[in-house]
């Protein structure tokens, strides 16, 4: 079983799916995305980043769960879904089994801040 990341907008504030597809797009002009039409499904697509940046994950408008190859490219789409969400927006990053402890991602967040953080054991909270 492999681990998913979750970013969650703490306030639940939905991002708009056609901007999310847009924005991936513009980073990953390779991605493939598909549409949930399922109504009883939380996700409202998936999406895959191309290889040499593979990420594969689900967009839920209130967040996202994703799981990249190693913890850069987790780290790497954590920081870039930061950047396409407004500012107002607050997120959270944890992941599936609870190995690191919640991660407030803001616009000062680091690629190395959270490879630092995804080693950090649960219940030691990481600002």
Do not use: C
């Not at 924005?23 to 697509?45: C, F, G, M, T, Y």
């Not at 927006?89 to 959270?114: A, C, P």
């Amino acid at each position: 079983m492999s681990i998913e990341l979750i970013i969650a907008h703490k306030d639940n504030t939905i991002l708009d799916a056609e901007f999310f597809i847009q924005e991936l797009k513009r980073r990953w002009p390779d991605a493939l995305v598909q549409k949930i039409i399922d109504p009883a499904s939380n996700s409202q697509l998936q999406f895959e980043t191309p290889d040499n940046f593979w990420v594969l994950g689900d967009f839920l408008g209130v967040g996202v769960s994703y799981r990249g190859r190693s913890r850069i490219e987790d780290a790497g789409f954590a920081v870039w879904y930061r950047s396409i969400v407004p500012s107002n927006i607050e997120l959270q990053l944890y992941d599936s089994e609870l190995t690191f402890d919640l991660v407030n991602v803001n616009s000062n967040t680091t690629q190395e801040d959270l490879l630092e953080a995804f080693t950090s054991p649960f219940g030691s909270y990481i600002k």
